[in-house]
Each structure stands twice: as C-alpha cells, then as structure tokens.
C-alpha cells in the first residue's frame, strides 16, 4: 500500500465502510487484555470483508489515529506501520 495524504481530504472512502452500521464503540476497546481481546477480535471481523479497508487504514496513518481499530488494525499494528510510513517519507525527502 502507497500511503498518501491524498485521503486527509477525500472520506468518500467511509461511504463503503463496513463499520457504517455497526456500534462505534466495538472499535474503541478499552485495554488489550480480558474483554477487549474478544472486542478487538470482533471488530477485526468487521474490517476483514471490508471495501473501503485500505482507505480507512491510510486515512489513519497518516492523520495518526492512536485509538480504536482502524482498516484491520489495532493501535500496536498501527503504530508500527505508522513509524514504517514516516522513515519512508524521510528519506524519500533526503534523497
């Protein structure tokens, strides 16, 4: 996936989201541990046959969403990917 920041402005991509008519707050588990386990799995399920997921999971990296399930992924996924995006970014800038 190409990360741009062309989706900081387009959210046309959240018409197609699978999440649209689900509870938000199955996206939002509060800890990583007992319940939550169980919620972020189920939230996951709803990202997994999801049309808009690569947009959703641009849109938060590169706005830097800390918090929730986003395009499949959960804050620690996200995080990785994030820091992968911003060294890309560096030394594409450096080259």
């Known amino acids: 996936m190409a990360i741009t920041a062309d989706h900081l402005h387009d959210l046309s991509w959240r018409v197609n989201a699978a999440c649209r008519d689900t509870d938000p707050n199955l996206f939002f588990p509060v800890g990583t541990t007992g319940p939550a386990v169980e919620q972020i799995r189920s939230a996951k399920e709803v990202c997994c046959g999801c049309l808009a997921r ?40 450096g080259a």
Not at 58 to 85: C, H, K, M, P, S
């Open 54 to 93: 690569d947009a959703c999971l641009e849109f938060a990296i590169v706005t830097n969403q800390d918090t929730g399930i986003w395009g499949g992924t959960a804050e620690d996924e996200r995080r990785l990917l994030r820091r992968a995006w911003l060294r890309s970014r560096a030394e594409a800038a």
